[in-house]
């Protein structure tokens, strides 16, 4: 018999489509440490779904992958309770792979906890997200490199990070974010600047947007670390700074302006972000 793996691959596939006036899991599969807790309602009708990955993260060698299809018309918000860790390698790449697929008159929300790199890991990451010409979504992603206070400042590592959207096959979003090591695209100025979190939210279609009325509404958060952006609809929010509470309130901040924009309801806070 041969030597059983020391690496986790885990997997789900999960289709939620409309049962009367409530969106319910319709399909589910999973392989490994990789599950989900009930379906909860805090909205009545749309399905709010933690996804839970025991282990806490991922060590050279592992991988995640998540496949979701939201039906025509169906709802759903999906979160982390807790940070994705990518620990320091041993020499091999852990991928997550994280794909999206979203009906006519749906609406979709991917609003996930940060993700962690640890100095010397070695990650993959992809989030694509397909979408009909009428459905709405928002994506909202966050990355933090070391752990400062305890020492970790990144000296080393590698990273492979893509974000892309795509409305009935044609290209709206592709972002990607690749570095070897600290180098220019970490350090220089045109690159991170040497900051050490960065993300964003992304979310459409929106329209008739008043983007200066827009960015009063974050004036609080300190201008040096945020910008908002609306082209073609897309409005997308970003954070470059140092510190992951401060980068998760200004997202969740905007999501909580332009969700009622975008997927037409009043932001309900999912229950687990306040554990």
Wanted: aromatic fraction near 10%.
């Amino acid at each position: 018999m041969g030597q059983a793996s020391p690496n986790w691959h885990a997997s789900m596939t999960l289709r939620l489509g409309k049962a009367g006036r409530i969106t319910k899991i319709c399909g589910h599969e999973s392989s490994g440490p990789l599950k989900i807790q009930r379906p909860f309602y805090p909205e009545g009708d749309l399905c709010h779904l933690y996804l839970l990955h025991p282990p806490g993260g991922l060590v050279g060698g592992d991988s995640l992958e998540l496949d979701v299809t939201v039906d025509n018309g169906a709802s759903t918000l999906i979160t982390t309770p807790a940070a994705t860790k990518f620990y320091r390698s041993n020499g091999l790449v852990a991928t997550q792979v994280q794909k999206f697929q979203v009906g006519a008159d749906a609406s979709f929300e991917w609003l996930p906890q940060e993700v962690l790199l640890f100095g010397g890991s070695k990650g993959k990451s992809q989030t694509k997200i397909a979408l009909h010409k009428r459905s709405r979504f928002v994506s909202m992603e966050l990355f933090g490199l070391g752990r400062p206070a305890y020492g970790d400042h990144y000296q080393s590592g590698k990273y492979d990070q893509s974000l892309s959207v795509s409305i009935d096959g044609e290209p709206l979003v592709n972002e990607r974010h690749r570095w070897s090591g600290r180098g220019d695209t970490l350090d220089g100025k045109w690159g991170m600047g040497k900051c050490a979190v960065f993300g964003a939210l992304h979310a459409g279609p929106v329209d008739n947007l008043d983007i200066q009325a827009f960015r009063q509404r974050l004036q609080f958060f300190d201008p040096g670390v945020w910008s908002v952006s609306c082209i073609n609809s897309l409005f997308v929010a970003r954070y470059l700074g140092n510190k992951t509470e401060e980068g998760l309130a200004l997202l969740r901040a905007a999501w909580r302006e332009i969700r009622p924009m975008v997927i037409g309801r009043d932001s309900v806070w999912p229950r687990i972000w306040n554990t």
